[in-house]
Nanobody
């Protein structure tokens, strides 16, 4: 059964850092691009970052560019999101997503709260 599980969220002060992990099971990640998304209360889910299957190409939303870094370790079937210089507006539930066999699979998310 294909599954994505996010972890690494928590409560952090403004300016702090967190590293999120997205671990895949039921399939191997190395042939697929992976995206990180977030959803704040009362807002739509938005794309934050994504990484190609090889890790050679990455994308960042303007709001996180220069502060967040996406990476992957295909041997561990894991994608990471390093988040530095966190701001209160980064507070949201963070999800990873993969498109596999023309279907989108989402994890349940991990909560990030940044206090001012």
């Amino acid at each position: 059964q294909l599954q994505l599980v996010e972890s690494g969220g928590g409560l952090v002060q403004s300016g702090g850092s967190l590293r999120l992990s997205c671990v895949a099971s039921g399939f191997t990640l190395d042939h697929y691009a992976i995206g990180w998304f977030r959803q704040a209360p009362g807002k739509e889910r938005e794309g934050v970052s994504c990484i190609s299957s090889s890790g050679g190409s990455t994308y960042y939303a303007d709001s996180v560019k220069g502060r967040f870094t996406i990476s992957r370790d295909n041997a561990k079937n894991t994608v990471y999101l390093q988040m530095n210089s966190l701001k209160p507006e980064d507070t949201a539930r963070y999800y990873c997503k993969v498109t596999y066999a023309n279907r989108n699979y989402w994890g349940r998310g991990t909560q990030v709260i940044v206090s001012s």
